[in-house]
């Protein structure tokens, strides 16, 4: 379960994030939309431990465990997997070798044997084909030269080997064609059980027909102003921010 | 703290106290007294049983060192380096002479060489190796230690394929007249100040002659300790290929650590006729000084190579991690028509290291062909500079090059530079040049920690990167042992 309370943060003295409160209980799938610049991405970079953004307030526990003082790699380690909006390119790293580096380093950090290149092949094949990717991709480097799609595609992909219990998926949809929506959709729902939760941040009521969430929060400016079932996103869809943002501070 | 501050600290720690062949071992030595006059040449000379005309050879490279200024026009300054305070020939003291087998080397010798992961027994591989790897053929080694060959595995196997491999100083006693008609032909005595020094007083290296149509059957290879005090070390090797031949040899050394600076100024000359292919790889890791920039090795080195032949290759690959100061050149002068000339590099330097490398293409025949592939890496308070000279001459019909150079700082204190010398004397002459300098970004680490990668892990894995076009050239047994190399010269406790 992520508990998140009263969370600030600011980057370059700059508040960005305002007070957050939200709970996502083990097994469930949030959606968090929200206006550009309201701080989404920050807040999955606050989750996952990115230098620069300072936590000024508030706590954040994953399963009773306090996140926010642990290394990136730690919070790794204990489940939690960002896959990026904008995914970054490694140049003359191959994306096979970055795989199998990262998932032998979870396993090491999670007392587990690391696997050897014979059996990372065998599962990192079987996810290729699960996500209808080309065996190419394990043989380039990673996501040099790859399209906007095939970068989130292979996000998905780094998701499905390292198994996360709880996955913080910023815009994954954005630059996918229908196809991939509905692969990378897929993707996730199969991750989908008892010991897996997400945090879905998207613009698209699209993406939510295919991943359909226990919950949708409207964040902006810092704050989640709205949480609702599915049909919010809906509602939003039909009438954009502005009203909300109204309704929002016209009860505050 | 910021990632980059946090990879500075990581790189900060990196002492001394992480070289791990800084180790001494302690050894009855036959060592010259300090100083460096005809005296000290004669003694080299009188112990390695010379012929006459090697030591006229040796006497007149020292008349013209004694005119020549000491060179100071690169980029790393040093101090004064006192020639007369450094002993000439260190050689460990042996029972009985001869030829060397293998049960005749001392015991303490064929351990440290097992400590450095390099044992000298004709059945082994070279260590270094990850275990359960594909098989490997095995690896024939030259061992110099100070002074002196102390051993060379399977001389005898080579032999019947027509190869020779043996210390120089043994090839010039059982094969004057070939090294009579090689030495000094590619790197002239008088060439430079550090060159003329070496042709004075060289003392070993190894020697490979590999007959005409021979493809050696197995990697060759010399490791080359410095492990006495307040001594000099003049490595001299020669390779050659003839029409038809082809050889990959290898070369790697270390030094303990100590708080002084320690010379070591090497000739490496190469000559391959018709067709021949000499691939030479370098794995340069002697001791870089402690995080103060106290001691270590100034790397002084002339290598250079001729493509005689026409369609011959050299390629030199090197991976320079070691030396408080390095200044190396490995050159090719391409005189055979379609020769082709290769250099690909990996400089890394770190704490107070200096490192002044590059090469040199002379396109003298006709479609002649060089690449360059340099890569440099600084950190800490380090230094790096890239120098190249590509020159076509006039007879050089449709010559080509390209030259890659790319940068890759760590931190800010330390620098990285590229000085490209261009010189064409033939219009139809193609020569390209890129360079990039960049940094370690802060996304790519925490992209990297964000998948569990440690910090240290993260930083070995985007140099390395940055690196692969360079270690994809080195042989396989060794690109695995300069990837951990590259990782425990930047982190310390990688490997
Ligand atoms: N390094 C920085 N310095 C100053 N401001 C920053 C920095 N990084 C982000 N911000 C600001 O923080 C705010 C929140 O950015 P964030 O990326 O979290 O938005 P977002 O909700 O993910 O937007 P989008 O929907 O466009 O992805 C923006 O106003 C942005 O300009
Ligand atoms: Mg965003």
Redesign the interface.
């Known amino acids: 379960m992520l508990e998140i309370k009263g969370l600030t943060a600011e980057i370059d003295g700059k508040e960005i994030l305002k007070g957050i409160d939200l709970t996502i209980p083990q097994g469930e799938v949030h959606a968090v939309m929200g206006p550009n610049g309201a701080g989404k991405s920050t807040l999955s970079y606050v989750l996952s431990g990115r230098e620069g953004y300072e936590v000024t307030g508030g706590t954040a526990t994953f399963n009773g465990v306090d996140i926010l003082a642990m290394e990136p790699e730690e919070r790794a380690a204990a489940g939690i997997f960002l896959a990026f909006q904008y995914p970054v390119e490694l140049p003359g790293v191959g994306n096979a070798n970055f795989l199998r580096t990262a998932l032998n380093s979870l396993r090491r950090a999670r007392g587990e044997a690391e696997l050897d290149a014979v059996q990372f092949l065998k599962q990192a094949r079987a996810a290729v084909k699960k996500l209808a990717m080309s065996e190419d991709m394990l043989k380039r480097n990673v996501n040099v030269g790859f399209s906007g799609g095939e970068k989130k595609r292979n996000e998905i992909l780094q998701m499905t080997m390292l198994a996360p219990k709880l996955a913080l998926l910023d815009e994954t949809d954005s630059g996918l064609d229908i196809d991939a929506l509905r692969i990378v959709a897929e993707g996730v729902n199969a991750s989908r059980g008892p010991d897996f939760s997400a945090l879905v941040i998207t613009h698209y009521q699209r993406l939510l027909d295919y991943i359909v969430p226990d919950h949708v929060h409207v964040l902006a400016d810092g704050r989640i102003i709205r949480s609702g079932g599915p049909e919010l996103a809906k509602e939003l869809e039909a009438q954009g921010y502005a009203g909300i943002i109204g309704e929002a501070a016209e009860a505050a | 703290?910021?990632?980059v501050a946090?990879t500075l600290e990581t790189v900060r720690s990196v002492t001394g106290s992480t070289y791990k062949w800084g180790f001494e071992t302690d050894l009855e030595m036959d060592l010259a007294p300090k100083g460096l006059n005809e005296d000290t040449i004669r003694l080299i000379s009188d112990r390695k049983g010379e012929p006459e005309w090697l030591l006229a050879w040796r006497l007149k490279a020292f008349a013209m060192w004694q005119k020549m200024e000491e060179p100071h026009w690169a980029k790393p300054g040093y101090p004064v380096i006192d020639y007369q305070d450094i002993h000439y020939y260190a050689a460990p003291k042996k029972k009985g002479s001869g030829p060397k087998s293998l049960d005749e080397v001392d015991p303490e010798l064929l351990r440290t060489y097992e400590k450095l992961g390099i044992p000298l027994k004709e059945q082994a591989i070279l260590a270094g190796v990850e275990p359960g790897d594909e098989e490997r053929l095995p690896m024939a080694v030259d061992a110099v230690f100070d002074s002196v060959s102390v051993a060379t595995t399977f001389r005898s196997t080579l032999a019947k394929a027509g190869v020779i491999f043996c210390s120089i100083s043994d090839a010039v006693r059982e094969y004057p007249e070939l090294v009579r008609q090689y030495l000094g032909s590619v790197v002239p005595a008088g060439d430079n100040f550090f060159a003329a020094l070496n042709s004075a007083v060289f003392t070993d290296g190894s020697f490979v002659f590999i007959p005409k149509g021979v493809k050696c059957p197995m990697e060759l290879s010399t490791y080359f300790r410095i492990n006495a005090k307040n001594t000099g070390q003049f490595e001299r090797t020669l390779i050659i290929a003839e029409d038809g031949a082809s050889v990959s040899y290898l070369e790697g050394c270390t030094a303990p650590m100590r708080d002084e600076n320690q010379l070591h100024a090497a000739v490496v000359e190469l000559v391959a006729m018709d067709d021949a292919k000499i691939k030479y790889s370098t794995v340069q890791n002697w001791y870089p000084g402690d995080s103060e920039g106290r001691g270590g090795i100034y790397n002084f080195v002339t290598k250079r190579g001729a493509c005689r032949g026409a369609r011959s290759r050299i390629s030199w690959t090197q991976v320079e991690t070691g030396s408080a100061i390095t200044w190396k050149y490995p050159s090719c002068i391409l005189i055979g028509d379609g020769s082709v000339g290769e250099f690909y590099s990996v400089a890394v330097t770190n704490n107070h290291q200096m490192a002044d490398t590059g090469t040199k293409m002379i396109h003298i025949g006709r479609n002649t062909n060089s690449t360059i592939i340099a890569k440099t890496i600084s950190a800490g308070h380090s230094d790096s500079t890239y120098r190249g000279l590509v020159r076509m001459m006039p007879k050089a019909q449709n010559a080509r090059n390209f030259t890659q150079c790319d940068s890759l700082l760590i931190g800010d204190q330390c620098g990285a530079h590229t000085v490209p010398y261009i010189e064409s004397r033939n219009p139809s002459a193609k020569i390209e040049h890129e360079a990039t300098t960049s940094k370690i970004?802060?996304?790519?680490l925490?992209?990297?920690?964000?998948?569990?990668?440690?910090?240290e892990?993260a930083v070995g894995?985007?140099v390395?990167?940055?690196?692969?076009?360079v270690l994809k050239e080195l042989p396989m047994e060794f690109a695995v042992e300069a990837q951990k190399l590259l990782a425990i010269s930047l982190e310390g406790s990688v490997g």
Request: glycine share 8%; hydrophobic share 30%.
């Open positions: 703290m910021p990632a946090e970004a802060e996304d790519q925490f992209y990297c920690r964000s998948r569990g990668l440690s910090q892990d894995l985007i390395n990167g940055f690196c692969k076009d």
